[in-house]
Protein backbone atom coordinates (compact mmCIF):
# COMPACT_ATOMS: atom_id res chain seq x y z
CA UNK A 1 0.00 0.00 0.00
CA UNK A 2 3.19 2.34 1.03
CA UNK A 3 4.06 2.42 -3.04
CA UNK A 4 0.53 3.46 -4.43
CA UNK A 5 0.70 6.08 -1.52
CA UNK A 6 4.05 7.47 -3.03
CA UNK A 7 3.66 6.77 -6.69
CA UNK A 8 0.40 9.07 -6.22
CA UNK A 9 2.28 11.64 -4.22
CA UNK A 10 4.77 12.21 -6.79
CA UNK A 11 1.98 12.08 -9.28
CA UNK A 12 0.57 14.98 -7.23
CA UNK A 13 3.32 17.07 -8.25
CA UNK A 14 2.88 17.34 -11.87
CA UNK A 15 0.65 20.45 -13.32
CA UNK A 16 -1.45 17.77 -15.31
CA UNK A 17 -2.64 15.23 -12.85
CA UNK A 18 -6.33 14.52 -13.31
CA UNK A 19 -7.93 12.55 -10.85
CA UNK A 20 -11.75 10.53 -11.06
CA UNK A 21 -12.65 9.15 -13.87
CA UNK A 22 -12.34 10.10 -17.38
CA UNK A 23 -14.89 12.26 -19.17
CA UNK A 24 -17.05 10.02 -21.47
CA UNK A 25 -17.99 12.80 -23.86
CA UNK A 26 -15.76 15.70 -25.32
CA UNK A 27 -16.80 19.41 -24.30
CA UNK A 28 -18.11 20.26 -27.91
CA UNK A 29 -20.23 17.18 -27.67
CA UNK A 30 -22.29 18.22 -24.61
CA UNK A 31 -22.40 21.75 -25.51
CA UNK A 32 -23.77 20.83 -28.69
CA UNK A 33 -26.43 18.31 -26.56
CA UNK A 34 -26.95 21.90 -24.79
CA UNK A 35 -28.14 23.76 -27.48
CA UNK A 36 -30.17 21.31 -28.85
CA UNK A 37 -31.96 21.46 -25.06
CA UNK A 38 -33.19 25.02 -25.87
CA UNK A 39 -35.49 23.69 -28.49
CA UNK A 40 -36.26 19.84 -27.65
CA UNK A 41 -36.71 17.51 -24.60
CA UNK A 42 -34.12 15.58 -22.70
CA UNK A 43 -35.42 12.67 -24.49
CA UNK A 44 -35.26 13.99 -28.06
CA UNK A 45 -31.56 15.17 -27.08
CA UNK A 46 -30.87 11.52 -26.02
CA UNK A 47 -32.41 9.78 -28.78
CA UNK A 48 -30.49 12.12 -31.26
CA UNK A 49 -26.78 12.09 -29.27
CA UNK A 50 -25.20 9.18 -27.52
CA UNK A 51 -25.22 11.66 -24.32
CA UNK A 52 -27.91 10.35 -21.61
CA UNK A 53 -30.63 12.28 -20.33
CA UNK A 54 -29.27 12.52 -17.09
CA UNK A 55 -25.72 13.52 -18.36
CA UNK A 56 -27.49 16.54 -20.22
CA UNK A 57 -29.52 17.53 -16.85
CA UNK A 58 -26.75 17.64 -14.62
CA UNK A 59 -24.32 19.39 -17.52
CA UNK A 60 -27.33 22.07 -17.65
CA UNK A 61 -27.32 22.57 -14.08
CA UNK A 62 -23.82 22.92 -13.42
CA UNK A 63 -23.77 25.60 -16.32
CA UNK A 64 -26.42 27.38 -14.52
CA UNK A 65 -24.70 27.43 -11.27
CA UNK A 66 -21.44 28.97 -13.39
CA UNK A 67 -23.30 31.65 -14.88
Not at 4 to 15: H, I, N, T, V, W
Not at 16 to 22: F, M
Request: charged share 30%; net charge positive; with cysteine.
Amino acid sequence: MLLSQEGKALAKLRDDLREGRPRNHSKQQVEHALKWLETHTYKEVEAMTVITKRCSFAESMSNKLNL
